[in-house]
């Protein structure tokens, strides 16, 4: 059980304290609701390397990184498809340092020609580093493009190419800031040895004034339901041929999600998984195979992806995959199984709660989906999946009509 | 008016006084040392046992790894998917590891559970079989993995950086090619798992909330085995490399290159080990670094540059590690000299100095809690043959350390013509 208080400032900053006294530190995690998906198509990757320039000094303070630092603080953050969170930890004495740092860059940036320069720079070398310059690096581009004909989940959040992060201009930051970077889209999390009183005390010191500024109004193109099956075969300088086939699937927030989850893992998570036992261990088509899907606020995917044994072709792993597939549609799965998947999903909640970063982490994201209070009650919408629910769902999921498949084979 | 342009006040955390929470000790009937913190706010529990079963006792290539990988894959009483699913039904992660002196089983799970998972673990480390079958499996995916990874600059560099720090046939220096993999045989992996499992010298780490009748279960399962045999350590030969400067086409249309720029470095008992500690993170150990400073933020060569002392037990290495555009490998290695003669010749500033100081023991009081955290440290501690004079020397260091001592390390340690150099592209 993970405790909270939340109350929202008069600019609509919404604010979630949670007290852990075990603890000499504090963690401040701010979220900004706006991802890759509410990118421009032409300026992608835009939301990312916006996420770097947060870094690059605040209206007050020239240096970010500097002024945390010498407080004993360090920090990170991250974008996704659908968010972009800013998280830091320091010895909770130095809490309104925090403060001090983040409602500055809340309220506004020194936006810099230099920094936008340089993070360019950096954000082509990390595009390089873990897209370009890696065997198979470009294949969830090709994949997410493959799935998405509409919505903006085609394109990953380092962006769909170069170009893209080499062109932005400090006017589109200046614009950007404007859109997203405001109390009305942010959530506040405050965790660690902290009071609810010192909290909502620096809040409305430090967050209070900045204006509220407009709350975003998303409005995305919505995917429509895929008709027909997708294909797509690439040739590459890549040393096995490499199968990778998606399905869509529901929202993090779809009253399926859990059961989606489950099935993910009884087909591939871990080493007595359905896939791994039959395709890795039993017939030794594939080297690895991996099941999973992505979690996300507007509907995912789920992916089974695996390199083939050299020898195998991939239509024989395919196949495969298909046979197996098949049974998780037919059959009920076995009791000890479906308890099994429940027990992992339990001590995978049980193990991400130790952390104070993540237990930040994860209220500011659920109270972006909706609610804080998701964070208790995952545990018992996992007990609650049936075995009908996991054949009734894979029945829906798995059909050729929802899928794409790509080839990648070695030249 | 609210001020943003002064700073709050902070409480330097060089001030802080941090203790490191003692960790209890007790002996299993066998005399095997196990090292717990029982506490927590989760019901979860981690158990670690520590074999002297590292590469350095091999003596043949990729036998100690394989041996430590397969443990999950078969005794005689039970097939691999046997084991593998009784740990996920119980929601529990067993986890291997091969380091160079010491190999590690490590379990995770839910405190309720322990009891369903020692016997097991007993099982696997005194009757493991290693069944043919599973081994070809292993042989023939390892070398697909290698296939993959040898056509990435940074693998490829990491495995050339330590060959040229202490040579092919040093365990630190040693690596696995096909040929290596395709030769294990199923009676090696027997034989070296009787000489170091079955009979082995083995200390257990636990943290977490751990059940009441915590000390009887392990005696219970462990308790009676032959854990605590003293291994003979095996002579290694370092050879390091004549040939200073390296230049490696891996990819011939790789549009970036691994830097590694790397110097042999003494270990933990080194009186100058914990002033190095801070050179280090001053010269390229967090974000704020000198070189991270200049290479990333100043200049965008990179997404990212560190140093760091290499995490050995006998002797170390000093290393310097980046992914850089291939047509600023060469500037890009430049500047870290660059960055090396600042440290020697000039005085670092008292305003830089606080902060490195400062920022060096927030990160180190995060690190020092909460049970897991803590286990971790002691581990360290214990398996360098330390005690726990090193962590409190250690923090006594960041706060004492002077600019001047800071420039006295770097005349020594922070040459040039020192290190090894190696671009991949």
Redesign the interface.
Known sequence: MIHYERFTLENGLRVLVHE?K????AVLDVLYDVGARDEDPSRTGFTHLFEHLMFGGS???PSY???L??????NNAYTTNDLTNYYL???E??L??A??LE??RM?SLAFSEHSL??????????F??HY?????GDVWHKLRALAYKVHPYQWMTIGKELRHVEEATLQDVKAFFATHYSPSNAILVVAGNVTVDRVRTLAE??FG?IPAGKKYQRNLPVEPPQKEPAFQEVKA????DALYKCWHIGSRTDENYHTTELITEILG????SRLY?KL??EN?LF??IDCGHFGSTDPGLLYITG?L??GVSIEAGEKAIAEELQWIKQDLVKT?EL??VK??????I??E??S?INRANSLAIYELLGNAEMINEELGKYRAVTAEQIRDLSRRIFVDENCSTLYYRAA | M?N??S???????VE?DLILKPCQHFSLNNGVDVCFIND?????AMLEWVFEAGNSYEDKNTIAATVNQLL?NGTSKKS??DI??HF??????LNRSCQNEKATLTL???SRHLPELLGVIRELITDSVFPREELD?HK??SI??L??N????DFVANRLIDQYLYGPTHPYGRVSNVEDIQAVQREDLLEFFSAYYRRASCRIFAAGRLPQDFTQLLNQHFGDLALNEKIAGVPVQKQMASQKKYRVTN?PN???GAIRIARPFPNRHHPDYKKMMVVNTLFGG???SRLMSNI????????GIHSFIENHIAESALVITT???SEVCEATVEEVYKEMQLLRETLVDEEEL???K??M???N??DI??P?HVISKWKGILLNGLDERFFYESMDTIKKITAEEIREMAHRYLNPEDFFELIVI
């Not at chain 1, 370009?132 to 198979?136: A, D, E, T």
């Not at chain 2, 996920?88 to 992660?93: C, I, L």
């Not at chain 2, 933020?297 to 990179?302: F, I, L, M, S």
């Open positions: 852990d075990s603890t000499p530190m209206i007050h303070i990184d500097e002024a630092q010498i407080a004993g603080g360090e930890q320091l010895p004495q130095n309104e340092t403060f001090w409602s500055d309220l320069e340089v993070q360019r720079k950096v954000v082509v070398e990390e390089k580093e370009l310059n890696k065997p198979y010191k430090w004034p300088k890549v040393p096995l998570g871990g080493a007595s036992q890795v261990k030794q080297s690895n390199k044994v050299r000890s308890e099994k027990n992992k999903s339990e001590s995978m049980a193990f709660d130790v104070l | 609210l943003r342009t700073p709050p006040a902070i409480k330097d955390a802080f927590g706010t989760e019901e979860v999950k691999a998917l593998n699913e996920e039904y119980y929601g529990a992660y995770h799970c839910l499996i023939q995916n697909q993995r296939a993959v040898l056509q990435k600059c990819d790789g549009v970036q967090f974000f704020g990333r933020e100043e200049k965008g060569y990179t997404y992914e850089a555009g606080l902060l490195v400062n920022y023991m927030g990160v009081l995060g809690d909460g897991f």
